[in-house]
């Protein structure tokens, strides 16, 4: 990032970026998780630029220097889940849980079928932050006597396939139309005794910046409310100023009336002693 224009305001992609490079560093262990979570809230915290560019100065991404944030405002790419269908073979194509567990989650690649069984355990299948080997992936679940937990990122379409005998499959997400280029989830298996999750799930960096958005839109209400409650007291003291004004001209001019009415007679009585003589 350039250090000519630091008073620019960032974006949520901005952030994004420089919060990516932070998750990287914490997986390498340049950073400790108090230092990432110190750094984190920093960063979706940060409003300009020159906010962000302390923060990753000292990190490097990919073995070479971190890419500075543009200062160049680039249009909003049309299919944002192209760069997460990266092909290939899947980083993990199974999981087991024998009286255990097992946990898919974070960064990898969900291969085009993924198989996972649970007998007398649990698993999580968590796909906010995965990549995807194809446009459709299938996540094949066998649970007895267990469960499956899989969690899917909004956007993503899911399906859900399997057949449950005296246990089931969750139906509740399917019917949600997907994002234009986003991939499609099918959930299939069976399950005996047991039970196949499906949730939709902001990621944490996600629901911290929700929250940072809510705490921003109350403080901006307070801040409107309060406006228009100081804008109210005005005019209603602008009316009672006008009120009291509009009294002392009713005064003056009831007076002035008065005084008139009063030389008139004067006038009047010194005509008729002047008639008189």
Not at 33 to 50: K, P
Not at 67 to 90: D, F, N
Not at 214 to 223: F, G, Q, V
Request: aromatic share 6%.
């Amino acid at each position: 990032m350039t250090e000519d224009a630091p008073e620019l305001r960032a974006s949520d992609a901005d952030r994004e970026r420089v919060a990516e490079v932070l998750r990287d560093a914490l997986a390498e262990g340049r950073l400790d998780m108090e230092e990432f979570e110190e750094r984190l809230d920093a960063t979706y915290t940060a409003r300009t630029y020159g906010e962000l560019a302390p923060i990753t100065r000292d990190l490097p991404a990919g073995g070479a220097p971190v890419p500075k944030v543009s200062m160049t405002k680039q249009p909003v790419e049309s299919g944002s889940w192209a760069g997460r269908i990266v092909g290939g073979e899947g980083s993990s194509t199974w999981a087991v849980a024998v009286m255990s567990g097992f946990q898919r989650k974070g960064r990898w690649t969900v291969p085009r079928r993924f198989n996972c069984f649970a007998f007398w355990g649990g698993g999580e299948i968590d796909l906010r932050e995965a990549n995807f080997a194809d446009g459709e992936v299938e996540i094949n679940c066998v649970a007895i006597m267990g469960g499956v937990q899989v969690i899917v990122p909004p956007g993503v379409e899911v399906v859900v396939r399997g057949i449950g005998v005296m246990g089931g499959f969750d139906h509740r997400e399917e019917g949600v139309p997907g994002d234009p280029g986003a991939p499609r989830v099918v959930v299939t298996g069976f399950a005996f005794w047991g039970g196949v999750g499906v949730e939709r799930k902001l990621t944490r960096a996600e629901r911290r910046q929700a929250k940072l958005d809510r705490k921003a839109s109350m403080r901006e209400l307070r801040e409107s409310f309060r406006d228009d409650m100081h804008e109210a007291h005005r005019r209603m003291l602008e009316g009672h100023r006008d009120h009291v004004w509009d009294r002392r001209e009713d005064r003056r001019e009831r007076h002035e009336e008065l005084r008139e009415r009063k030389r008139e007679r004067g006038e009047r009585r010194d005509r008729y002693r002047d008639g008189e003589r």
